[in-house]
């Protein structure tokens, strides 16, 4: 099968969050599948330098008259990588910072065209801009790719040849790529499109609802989650449309790529360890603690968070939970950016008890793999969570994930039962319960565990032993692709 995977960002060259390790990892997967993958992506700085041999495929028009140019090249990584669409319009992408926000912190004013562009050029794409190749599948992912599924839908037939199928993935329902309804004469879709039974949504544009409402066949990155969104409670108040449309959507679970995220490999880990030579990992905390300004103690359980900072991470559960943390013995080291209220706060609780608690506001790639390869547990106490993946980077290098029971934390860690001790299958600590309570019970759960070296080595070993490499996802989303086309 020949597919088009859009997405608005791609690690390495460009991540804010995990849309881009599953946009980076999955053409790969897909391609050892024997599947023909090629991604199209905004032409943002990071992008445009990161692509390898840019060559110029095609000038074209955006609705609103833009002229932009299609180009082609390669994203390195194992064995030759994958072909890559660049889409050339500077007026629109070429700015220093976020893709999304201006410096403070603003979505951008004309983010409609800059996202509809995006979701333009993969419907152009498919009807041929580039004469060498034509995708049979354009799989979209997020708000940012979610008109191409409607330009799709819209798109005139071709005479003799199938009409290009459309798969919709849904990373983060939260956000939803909502604008004004004065902007939709600029779209160039039809009247019909902006209906209840279309993209409006409550008198609004909204992108998601594009690719939900108009796509083939929808997923989403959990199982849980996938029922979850179906419900008013985490619906975002697009529960209706998933309801209405819960026969086309599936939900797989985010792989870890292994060339990125293996403690046996790891070339940004001071020591790399497995579970034959968990010396390493040893190694790793004290290299870690030294280097935080933390007290260098290898019995101190270390806690790691690698999160956004928002509201969605449920970290005022942290931040609450911080002295019992404390009083226990732990020591806490966050990295993370975002909303300023939460990055003061955990920059003062770090001022305070410099010894045992370390915040490192920002962005670090190198920093967050340290972070796993040294932490004991790994945070991950979110409202909601569509899979997560530091929790699965946790499992992989035995940071024993504490999370709350939903999305796919609910499908990944196994919580540390009697029973599930006794049949060797916990992997972490898992609370039900929303609440100062339920945090600190699963954090008093983590506690016992370490205070029994042998469990807290056999749970560990059982974590890191969890199957979670991308080709099983890849197959999913093969057989996803074929029930489009069928
Ligand atoms: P989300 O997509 O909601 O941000 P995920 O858990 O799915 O959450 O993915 C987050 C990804 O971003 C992970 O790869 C995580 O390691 C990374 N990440 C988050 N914050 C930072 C940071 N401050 N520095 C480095 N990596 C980060």
Known sequence: MRILQVSAELYPLLKTGGLADVAGALPAALAAAGQEVRALLPGFPALMAGVQDLQAVADFEAPWGERATLRRGRVAGRGEGFAAYVVDAPGLYDRPGNPYEDDARQPYGDNHRRFALLGWAAARLADGLDHGWQPEIVH???????????????????????????????HNLAYQGLFAPGHFGELGLPPAAFHVEGLEYHGQISFMKAGLHYADRLTTVSPTYAREIQTPEQGFGLDGVLRARSGVLAGILNGVDDQVWHPATDA???????????????RCKAALQQALGLAVQPAAPLFVLVSR????????????????????????????????????????????????VSATIGYDERLAHRLFGAGDVTLVPSAFEPCGLTQLYGLRYGALPLVHRVGGLADTVTDCTLEDLADGTATGFVFDDFSAEGYARALRRAFALYARPTDWRRVRATAMRRPADWSGAAAQYIEVYRQALA
């Open 140 to 170: 979209a992912h997020d708000w940012h790719a979610g008109l191409a599924p409607a330009y799709l839908a819209f798109a005139a037939p071709r005479p003799g040849r199938p009409r290009v199928r459309s798969v919709y993935t849904v």
């Open 309 to 356: 900072l928002t509201e969605q991470k449920g970290l005022h559960l942290v931040l609450g939970g911080l002295d019992a943390l404390l009083a226990q013995g732990g020591q806490l080291a966050l990295l993370g950016s975002g909303d300023g209220w939460l990055e003061d706060a955990f920059r003062q609780r770090a001022a305070a008890s410099p010894e045992t």
């Open 268 to 282: 940004l880990l001071p020591r790399s360890y497995d579970l034959d030579r968990m010396a390493g990992k040893a």
